[in-house]
T-cell receptor
Framework: DSGVTQTPKHLITATGQRVTLRCSPRSGDLSVYWYQQSLDQGLQFLIQYYNGEERAKGNILERFSAQQFPDLHSELNLSSLELGDSALYFCASSVQSTGDNEQFFGPGTRLTVL | GENVEQHPSTLSVQEGDSAVIKCTYSDSASNYFPWYKQELGKGPQLIID?????GEKKDQRIAVTLNKTAKHFSLHITETQPEDSAVYFCAAGRDDKIIFGKGTRLHILP
């Protein structure tokens, strides 16, 4: 158990809808990362927050947005969903903001868009 | 842009044999090279990492080597066991980013 929690575990929705994925980092970790994992696509970095502020942006679509709240939990919002958005979404946390530190991954949210 | 290439994408080895996974990176400023293991239905978990001031690191059956000049690093698993079956990701990190490889699916054959 990494100490990172993600809810929900599974999400099934229809095209055009909007969903929110939630992540609680490990106690004491200030940094939260979001990744998308599709079949055979590895881990695609979406966005990073550190202590409430956006720190880095990866290949995140404009239809997607995220935020980190004062209690350090984070939410990833996906809107106008398309079939291609079906994937595993992972959240990871780390103590520091830099990319040269261990990240602890949550169990993921499996999103299915029908 | 910067990228990390990982090979092979799939690897099957006989139980008890060794497995080697290789990665190359393009950003010479990278100074942190972790390896993550992802078991079915779970998130990736760090199994070993190495920093740029070290050429090799070992932890029981797992070892990682780094060649900074050639910009490549490798994961070596010796005496493979069934529980080693998983997807392995390499990554290259620096102060402002970390980039993951596409993963290697390792099958341990009985």
């Amino acid at each position: 158990d990494s100490g990172v929690t993600q809810t929900p575990k599974h999400l099934i929705t229809a095209t055009g809808q909007r969903v929110t994925l939630r992540c609680s980092p490990r106690s004491g970790d200030l940094s939260v990362y979001w990744y998308q994992q599709s079949l055979d696509q590895g881990l695609q970095f979406l966005i990073q927050y550190y202590n409430g502020e956006e720190r880095a942006k990866g290949n995140i679509l404009e239809r997607f947005s995220a935020q980190q709240f004062p209690d350090l939990h984070s939410e990833l919002n996906l809107s106008s969903l398309e079939l291609g958005d079906s994937a595993l979404y992972f959240c990871a946390s780390s103590v520091q903001s830099t990319g040269d530190n261990e990240q602890f991954f949550g169990p993921g949210t499996r999103l299915t868009v029908l | 842009g910067e990228n990390v290439e990982q090979h092979p994408s799939t690897l099957s080895v006989q139980e008890g044999d060794s497995a080697v996974i290789k990665c190359t990176y393009s950003d010479s400023a990278s100074n942190y090279f972790p390896w993550y293991k992802q078991e079915l239905g779970k998130g990736p978990q760090l199994i070993i990492d190495i920093r740029s001031n070290v050429g090799e690191k070992k932890d029981q059956r797992i070892a990682v080597t780094l060649n900074k000049t050639a910009k490549h690093f490798s994961l070596h698993i010796t005496e493979t066991q069934p529980e080693d079956s998983a997807v392995y990701f390499c990554a290259a990190g620096r102060d402002d980013k970390i980039i993951f490889g596409k993963g290697t699916r390792l099958h341990i054959l009985p």
